[in-house]
């Protein structure tokens, strides 16, 4: 069983940045495509957001490409989220979460992260709160 586990959400203000992190050791990160979501207060989807498949192929959502970099290392066993000119409207819960299916996985690189469903393994989540 792979259990993911998000870090370094907090609070800041417009413009502001962050660095979240997304833990799994023990298990082999190469091997599995991974993702970050967010769900804002009051809504109930998940929104995916930046998304790595096994090649290392990147797919963000429109809403933070240019603002968000995702990143994986492998030997740390860790996901990375660097957030940097962040809105109000980003207030949200982030997720991790990783699949190893190759038809799910292909979703990033064929249809982008707004297009990625059924991964199997998602973190509790950490929340970012941002402020005007």
């Known amino acids: 069983q792979v259990q993911l586990a998000e870090s370094g959400g907090g609070s800041v203000q417009a413009g502001g940045s962050l660095r979240l992190a997304c833990a799994g050791p023990g298990y082999n990160y190469s091997a599995y495509c991974m993702g970050w979501f967010r769900q804002a207060p009051g809504k109930e989807e998940r929104e995916g957001i930046a998304?790595?498949?096994?090649?290392?192929?990147?797919s963000y959502a429109d809403s933070v490409k240019g603002r968000f970099t995702i990143s994986k290392d492998n030997a740390k066993h860790t996901l990375y989220l660097e957030m940097t000119g962040l809105k109000p409207d980003d207030t949200a819960t982030y997720f991790c979460?990783?699949?190893?299916?190759?038809?799910?996985?292909?979703?990033?690189?064929?249809?982008?992260?707004?297009?990625?469903?059924?991964?199997?393994?998602w973190g509790q989540g950490t929340q970012v709160n941002v402020s005007s």
């Open positions: 979460a990783a699949g190893d299916l190759r038809g799910t996985c292909a979703a990033i690189r064929h249809l982008g992260v707004h297009n990625l469903y059924g991964l199997d393994y």
């Open positions: 998304a790595i498949d096994t090649e290392g192929y990147i």
